[in-house]
């Protein structure tokens, strides 16, 4: 399991071992707000499982291989919801069942074993769902649910579906009607979930600097080569069935482009190659083109290949068998169908032995990984490092064992059993910008790690005792056995500590973050010397704001253990002082000192800090889930289920009044 995967499977085991009282996740980094931060079906169902006793490993693969040998079944319901023959039907459900792609982005199994995308494995069954609902043979209530899951799992890939089958059916009065529904569906769902996390992407939030094709999706001379050359929908090493497959379905729909099925399937993979493609262009738009690119992600669009390819062999099969005869008998359309489903299984488990290798060596690696992956690199497996970690109270806990972390990312977090969060991870899920790219330059066995451990409130070190390098560095060793050590900062605090803030750096968000992720790269000016952050418009701009009344050398802390979301110390002080709390700052957070409710004001690299009088205070710390959050779900499912049980409307004016302007828009005759 690579990191992505193992980062999910940690939050979600969070999850199941303390819910969400507070909405929030500490797992990794300065935490972040689980309801509004990411999609959140994949971390529940996990979490589901491993509270019923299921590991953390095994229930993550369960959800992902179970999502991935969904979508061809979901490929076939789809088909024969829009009426297409059983065999028709199958031959669409084992392009998805036996794809294997050179790019895990475009899905199958690779994008859950290899990458671990569980929301994009979740969403995946639901693309030709979605798809089919809008056809007026499906049931009227199928459109607003479908599109209301798909956004809910992976809202990119469900606007990607949507923006593709949009400008199909313009002037198809029943299916653009389910698609208003969809659209609706998918706003009050969208607006629920995701509408509060996208309005506090500021300082530390985001994600850190990355790869421009991580942005705009792979550039279009690769994925043009693929698709001529066959990885795109077959591996490298395989013969490249699906892609001739594909071609000569578009062969045989460009002879027969007259009729509508043919037009309409042509229409989509068009749009999906577009969306797929216009990353680069979308990116020359300055902010709209950003935007855009916030909701349209190229890298996600092409997950939607594969359902087009599949469609398009679904419906020249069916187009070819319309032209040769009659349609079948009610008998024979029947046991057609049970055929089909067999068929369909059959292929599935046909699909497995290609895909046997790659599983067992992830998890072979997962076994590796459940002794932290330290044999491998000549660190013998040591069980008591369990009763090391559970020990550990308060502050963070950093693992520094080199390659092994990168190569077996689920020990990273899933067979790390500690009480206290990991200090960095990279993985998806798991991104509060600035603070994961400062988390990853800790550098704790290098010069400074103490000062660096301490602004970011790591009290743990697990290493290999074969490292000594700690031992001038601040670390004490605290317990070592089988080749494995734990280390602890010595002095200092945790995650809760105490300064006095006297440098202010101003400027635009960006401004802001930018200079932040060169202090990071950098000597941590900002960092290590308690600056507080604050916005304004314009360049970043420092400022002295020295406080002589505040004395930081001599303040106490004592840290009390608090569930994820909430912090509580009792600090005591000869004069005013600033205590902060290391966690990633959200609006959602409310402070207080003695019961008093406190303004918090934000500190490098993105946490909170309040000003204290002098004396013994209980300062404390609690999130909760947004204002009006769950009134807000609750909304959006009475409107999926309103828009569910929606009718046709009695008059066809307004329709007819849209069919006009479209005409006319595109300088069609009227009624045509």
Sequence with gaps: ??????????????LARYGAPHGWVDTFNGGFPVGVHYPLPGWLVVAALIRAGVSAAAAMNGVLCLAV??????????????GMRAHAALAGALVVAMLSPHSAF??????????????????????????????????????????????????????ATLATL???????????????????????????????????????????????????????????????????LDHARRTPILTIATWLAVLSLLVSCRRRPARLVLGGLVAVSVLTLLGGELARLGAVGALALGF????????????????????AVEEISASLGRAPSPKAEVLGAAVSWVACLVGVVLALPARAAFVDQRMGIE????????????????????????????????????????????????????AVPLSRSEGAGSHVGVSSAVFARLRPLEPGARERAEVLGVRGLLHASADTRGEDLGWKRAREEGGLALSLRQGGTGVVGTACVDRVLSGSDKALRDALYADAAGD????????????????????????????????????????????????????????????????????????????????????????????????????????????GIVVALLIVLRLG????????????????????????????
């Design 1 to 14: 399991m690579t990191s992505d995967a193992g980062t999910h499977a940690a939050i979600a085991g969070t």
């Design 69 to 82: 040998i969904a979508a061809p079944f979901g490929a076939l319901l789809a088909a024969r919801l829009v």
């Design 106 to 159: 475009v899905g199958g199994w690779e994008a859950g074993l290899w990458l671990g995308l569980i929301s994009q494995a979740i969403a995946w069954p639901l693309v030709p769902i979605v798809a089919a609902s809008l056809s007026p043979r499906s049931p009227r209530w199928l459109s607003p649910w479908a599109a209301a899951a798909m956004i809910a799992a992976h809202p990119q890939i469900g606007a």
């Design 166 to 232: 949009a400008p199909l059916v313009l002037f198809m009065p029943e299916p653009r009607r389910r698609l208003l529904r969809a659209l609706g569906a998918s706003a009050a769902v969208g607006l629920a979930f995701f509408a509060r996390g996208m309005g506090t992407l500021k300082v530390p939030f985001g994600w850190p600097p990355m790869d421009a094709w991580k942005v705009t999706g792979y550039p279009p001379d690769r994925v043009l080569v693929w698709a001529v050359d066959g990885e795109l």
């Design 296 to 315: 349209l992600q190229p890298l996600r669009a092409i997950s939607l290949v594969p359902f087009a390819a599949a469609t398009c062999v679904s419906v």
């Design 367 to 418: 076994d590796r990984a459940r002794t932290l992956c330290f044999a491998r690199y000549g660190v013998t497996q040591s069980t008591h490092a369990s009763a090391w970690l559970t020990e550990l109270t308060t502050g963070r806990l950093e693992l520094d064992v080199g390659a092994a972390v990168d190569e077996c990312g689920i020990g990273y977090g899933v067979s790390v059993p500690t």
């Design 524 to 631: 941590w000016r900002y960092l290590l010397q308690a600056t507080e952050l604050s916005e304004t418009d314009g360049p970043a701009t420092e400022r002295r704001a020295a406080d002589p009344t505040c004395t930081s050398s001599e303040a106490t802390v004592e840290e009390l253990p608090r569930e994820p979301g909430a912090y509580e110390a009792v600090v005591s002080s000869a004069s005013a002082v600033d205590v902060i709390i290391r966690a990633s700052a959200y609006p959602t957070w409310r402070t207080e000192i003695d019961g008093v409710e406190t303004p918090w004001r934000k500190l490098a690299p993105g946490f909170l800090f309040v000003r204290m009088p002098a004396g013994r205070h209980r300062v404390t710390a609690e999130t909760s889930w947004p204002r009006g959050y769950g009134v």
């Design 645 to 672: 049980r929606a009718r046709a409307p009695r008059s066809p004016q307004l329709a007819r009044a849209v069919e006009r302007a479209l005409g006319s828009l595109l300088g069609r005759r009227k009624g045509s």
